[in-house]
T-cell receptor, first 114, second 113 residues
């Protein structure tokens, strides 16, 4: 069965370190998204991609970057981790251009920056 | 400022019908309304999507009035396994006509025996 997987599921890192969260999907979807989820804010879009070599900024993109070298993967990099980036991160993919459609989410990565 | 509004929490009992309403002023003409369900330590899962009037699938119904400024997710005969957070999702055009997707803060539904 097709799926979307995130790794690691849990990560603790120190302030200032570079961290990369992996996202891999086997749906063969062109569209992939990264969200963060925090209490009181719901889900907020960080970055998204509509295909290989395409990346776009979401509403909370500062301090994050993504790259899309193939259809299956969209890794999220925190250039210099900050305590404000402690959160649960979700990757999603969808078959259509906009994220306001049926998207398939990963299990999430809980990141703690100390 | 465009936003969606949902009740923070709801309580119900097994076998009852549950209706969760989401308000979404300034919804864009071409936007659909989508609802997701989320269990603890899991990603959101798609439930249902609609544009206007009524949509029904095997797990829920979605009612959207003519003005589309709100929507109601209806869960028939809930069970304990329906205890979860339910999110309403719509897209907005802000003042600069840039598209921005707004997730609601979610409604935490507790189903009691």
């Amino acid at each position: 069965d097709a799926e979307i997987t995130q790794s690691p599921r849990h990560k603790i890192t120190e302030t200032g370190r570079q961290v990369t969260l992996a996202c891999h999907q086997t749906w063969n979807h062109n569209n992939m998204f990264w969200y963060r989820q925090d209490l009181g804010h719901g889900l907020r879009l960080i970055h998204y991609s509509y295909g290989v070599h395409d990346t776009n900024k979401g509403e909370v993109s500062d301090g994050y970057s993504v790259s899309r070298s193939n259809t299956e993967d969209l890794p999220l990099t925190l250039e210099s981790a900050a305590s404000s980036q402690t959160s649960v991160y979700f990757c999603a993919s969808s078959p259509t251009m906009t994220e306001n459609t049926e998207a398939f989410f990963g299990q999430g990565t809980r990141l703690t920056v100390v | 400022l465009a936003k969606t509004t949902q009740p923070i929490s709801m309580d119900s009992y097994e076998g009852q019908e549950v209706n969760i309403t989401c308000s979404h002023n300034n919804i864009a003409t071409n936007d659909y309304i989508t609802w997701y369900q989320q269990f603890p330590s899991q990603g959101p899962r798609f439930i249902i999507q609609g544009y206007k009037t009524k949509v029904t699938n095997e797990v829920a119904s979605l009612f959207i009035p003519a003005d589309r400024k709100s929507s109601t997710l209806s869960l028939p005969r809930v069970s304990l396994s329906d205890t979860a957070v339910y999110y309403c999702l719509v897209g907005f055009h802000n003042a600069g006509n840039n598209r921005k997707l707004i997730w609601g803060l979610g409604t935490s539904l507790a189903v009691n025996p």
